[in-house]
């Protein structure tokens, strides 16, 4: 029977970055189908203030504790006092999606803007640095631009309830949430458990599948490691 691990997440969400390498371990097993949640999005966003990177930088600094992934100079002390700068999911969204429409490669872009925002300090809700880290990944600009503008107008706020409708459906409390499907079955994974150790997660996977144990792992869920749905200060 063909698997499939569902992904709900959120671009802003810095547990969604810590949980980065068991998604691309994951990748190399099965398929991966990405669900945006939108926790900053639209009304949601937020602008960077002092006491938003106060009560980010505790988090971030336990996530990188606990996976190992890295949090740079320019995040902490450069993004982080950009009073100028505004966390909104909204636009990495839509570039997601619009890397996914033009050649399937959207988590490779929401690794890319997730590497651009939490190790380089870079405004993700900026179009222009998009379309930069579009142009890295071998995409026309120009094809970019139009594939951006499609997604931004006519998917992004589809998608982003789709997203929640699922996670409701599946009873996940928070981003992210994997969700191993098999069939009709549809099993919440205890990802907390794992970070940091991507190369257990794969071994656990591919036990999963092979032996359809994959009920055994849905019962649990660790809210502790993940950003609420509508957390807005969740770095």
């Given at each position: 029977?063909?698997?499939?691990?569902?992904?709900?997440?959120?671009?802003?969400?810095?547990?969604?970055?810590?949980?980065?390498?068991?998604?691309?371990?994951?990748?190399?097993?099965?398929?991966?189908?990405?669900?945006?949640?939108?926790?900053?999005?639209?009304?949601?966003?937020?602008?960077?203030?002092?006491?938003?990177?106060?009560?980010?930088?505790?988090?971030?600094?336990?996530?990188?504790?606990?996976?190992?992934?890295?949090?740079?100079?320019?995040?902490?002390?450069?993004?982080?006092?950009?009073?100028?700068?505004?966390?909104?999911?909204?636009?990495?969204?839509?570039?997601?999606?619009?890397?996914?429409?033009?050649?399937?490669?959207?988590?490779?872009?929401?690794?890319?803007?997730?590497?651009?925002?939490?190790r380089d300090g870079k405004r993700i809700a900026d179009v222009a640095v998009l379309r930069a880290l579009a142009q890295d990944l071998n995409v026309n600009p120009e094809e970019f631009d139009r594939a951006y503008r499609h997604a931004e107008n006519e998917e992004l706020d589809q998608h982003?309830?789709?997203?929640?409708?699922?996670?409701?459906?599946?009873?996940?409390?928070?981003?992210?949430?994997?969700?191993?499907?098999?069939?009709?079955?549809?099993?919440?994974?205890?990802?907390?458990?794992?970070?940091?150790?991507?190369?257990?997660?794969?071994?656990?996977?591919?036990?999963?599948?092979?032996?359809?144990?994959?009920?055994?792992?849905?019962?649990?869920?660790?809210?502790?490691?993940?950003?609420?749905?509508?957390?807005?200060?969740?770095?």
């Amino acid at each position: 029977m063909n698997a499939t691990l569902h992904y709900i997440y959120d671009p802003l969400c810095g547990w969604c970055y810590g949980a980065a390498p068991l998604v691309a371990a994951a990748r190399t097993v099965l398929p991966v189908a990405a669900h945006a949640g939108g926790m900053m999005a639209g009304s949601s966003s937020q602008p960077v203030t002092p006491a938003l990177r106060n009560y980010v930088m505790p988090h971030d600094q336990r996530i990188a504790g606990m996976t190992g992934q890295s949090f740079g100079e320019n995040y902490f002390n450069g993004l982080l006092q950009d009073s100028g700068a505004v966390f909104d999911s909204g636009p990495p969204i839509a570039a997601i999606l619009a890397m996914q429409a033009l050649d399937g490669r959207g988590l490779d872009m929401l690794s890319a803007i997730q590497l651009a925002h939490y190790r380089d300090g870079k405004r993700i809700a900026d179009v222009a640095v998009l379309r930069a880290l579009a142009q890295d990944l071998n995409v026309n600009p120009e094809e970019f631009d139009r594939a951006y503008r499609h997604a931004e107008n006519e998917e992004l706020d589809q998608h982003i309830a789709d997203s929640r409708a699922f996670l409701n459906e599946v009873g996940g409390r928070g981003f992210p949430t994997f969700v191993l499907q098999r069939g009709d079955e549809l099993s919440v994974l205890d990802a907390g458990r794992w970070l940091g150790r991507p190369d257990h997660w794969l071994e656990f996977l591919q036990m999963t599948i092979a032996a359809d144990r994959s009920a055994e792992s849905s019962a649990q869920n660790d809210d502790a490691a993940q950003c609420g749905i509508d957390d807005k200060n969740c770095g």
